[in-house]
């Protein structure tokens, strides 16, 4: 008799991915649950900017330079491919402890703080960077303790390093390996809307010498991006005072950094000067994602057993000895290269 051995399909690990996101593209485009309001984000820039090419650009090209149209189509294509990568990319999850994993820190918990099984023992760890006492959270749902400057996206349902915020208009959560990209993004919409609102306004102004000038509005209807160009402007220009800054969303609304809660805080991740904590937020290294959870998680374990038994490692990849900025840009240029 012939026996046929029937061979079960090895899952993917997206397939059995623990976090709410969804995945596209064989796992390939990795998105928040909620993306309605990312297609309302594409919508108004694709119809803005259509609006913009089809009753101004033709006008300006003639009666100006037909530079115009050029830069806008490559302002507007540079604004959609960076919209695209915040969206599409894995913003820096950390993958959630084994079965394993978990009660083997839960052990290690246990013993260090001696539990008597009345009392949870506390699920903090301090650890010191830059002279500074950062505290470390055990995350419940992901069974691990998250490594400095990382936070659980309730949304999303996961661990997020260096995490920003989640930010519904790019259907994503925006942390350590898609910030860069989304800063790209506001910074080159701000531009963009400022580039179309100053056009339409220019185009108004000739138009309405030859045909008056609420004729001349009629003709512009993207002039109603005038509401908008100002929220967009604010938001970049809030984002550079956090990236020179080196500071996160998170952090500056927690107030984590500020002087109020004691005279003695500040930021221990600030390299202390504008142009590297630029330099390190948009040219640092970006280690393809599965490499960054596996290492973290590593660490983390590793750092957490450590601590517990009296010596934690002083070799955390945290900006101990701040790089230069012409190192991160090397970096970075050898990346692309
Ligand atoms: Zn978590
Ligand atoms: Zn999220």
Known sequence: MKMVLKKTPKKRKWETFPGRNKFYCDGRIMMAKQTGVFYLTLVLILVTCGLFFTFDCWFLAEQLTPIIPVIGAVLFLFVIGTLLRTSFSDPGVLPRATPDEAADLERQIDVANGSTGYRPPPRTKEVVINGQTVKLKYCFTCKIFRPPRASHCSLCDNCVERFDHHCPWVGNCVGKRNYRFFYMFILSLSFLTVFIFAFVITHIILNSQRIGFLSALKDSPV??????????VGLSGFHTYLISSN????????GSWSSKRSKDNYNPYSYGNIFTNCCAALCGPLPPSEQVAAIWASICMHACG?????????????????????SLFLQFSCSVL
Do not use: M, Y
Request: glycine content about 6%.
């Open 306 to 326: 450590h601590r517990l038994s009296g010596s934690f490692p002083p070799t955390l990849p945290i900006p101990h000895r701040p790089e230069g900025a012409f």
């Open 223 to 232: 002039v109603v991006c005038f509401f908008s160009v100002w929220s967009i």
């Open 247 to 254: 500071q996160t969303t998170n952090e500056d609304i927690k």
